[in-house]
């Protein structure tokens, strides 16, 4: 088993740019939630997707947008990358009412 | 104020000492606790997951709730060097069980 998987590992982005991230949930799960850490903090939960649907959302600016797959995979996309954007990106996957499994994260800097 | 706190540490102690990490929450709706340790640079990955008020044990590993007091707690036995990682509580509701809260994390060091 794989487990969750996202890609890429780092990126390095300009102010103003846009960027997508992927995630592959862990095998059998069909729910998958993106969450924002930056440095020396806890983990914010951006937005979950269920059935191709968000189904809820953090408290985060429009310009954070994502996607669910048929085949359960996702992306989150963020439009004008500002400095604070840059963080560790991480992508949660669970079957319902089970708990929580984390990928690696994507590292996102912005310059 | 915070829905959930955590003790930033850092926190040191010496290999085979009991390590006692906490927090404390402010939404009585959360009934779902769960720690998760994090490696630097690396994913949070899942220690303990319980369900409402007690104990759980796992090897050297006991979560504790005590949901009349708001606060939980993560006990390590015999504390290794590689125990040596960020620990972070989270807690969910029935209602937001998709969303997760964390605290800010505490930063561990288990020294040889």
């Known amino acids: 088993d794989a487990g969750v998987t996202q890609s890429p590992t780092h990126l390095i982005k300009t102010r103003g740019q846009q960027v997508t991230l992927r995630c592959s949930p862990k095998?059998?799960?069909?729910?998958v939630s993106w969450y924002q850490q930056a440095l020396g903090q806890g983990p914010q939960f951006i937005f979950q997707?269920?059935?191709?649907?968000?189904?809820q959302r953090g408290n985060f600016p429009d310009r954070f947008s994502g996607h669910q797959f048929p085949n359960y995979s996702s992306e989150l996309n963020v439009n004008a990358l500002l400095l604070g954007d840059s963080a560790l990106y991480l992508c949660?996957?669970?079957?319902?009412?089970?708990?929580?499994?984390f990928g690696q994260g994507t590292r996102l800097t912005v310059v | 104020q915070k829905e959930v706190e955590q003790d930033p540490g850092p926190l040191s102690v010496p290999e085979g000492a009991i390590v006692s990490l906490n927090c404390t929450y402010s939404?009585?709706?959360?009934?779902?606790f769960m720690w998760y340790r994090q490696y630097s640079r690396k994913g949070p990955e899942l220690l303990m997951y319980?369900?409402?008020?007690g104990n759980k044990e796992d090897g050297r590993f006991t979560a504790q709730v005590d949901k009349s007091s708001k606060y939980i707690s993560l006990f390590i036995r015999d504390s290794q060097p590689s125990d040596s990682a960020t620990y972070l509580c989270?807690?969910?509701?029935?209602?937001?069980?998709?969303?997760?809260?964390f605290g800010q994390g505490t930063r561990l060091t288990i020294n040889p």
């Open positions: 095998s059998g799960h069909d729910t």
């Open positions: 997707y269920y059935e191709e649907e968000e189904r």
């Open positions: 319980t369900y409402s008020s």
């Open positions: 989270a807690m969910s509701s029935p209602q937001g069980a998709q969303k997760l809260v």
């Open positions: 939404n009585s709706a959360f009934q779902y």
């Open positions: 949660a996957s669970r079957r319902q009412g089970t708990e929580a499994f």
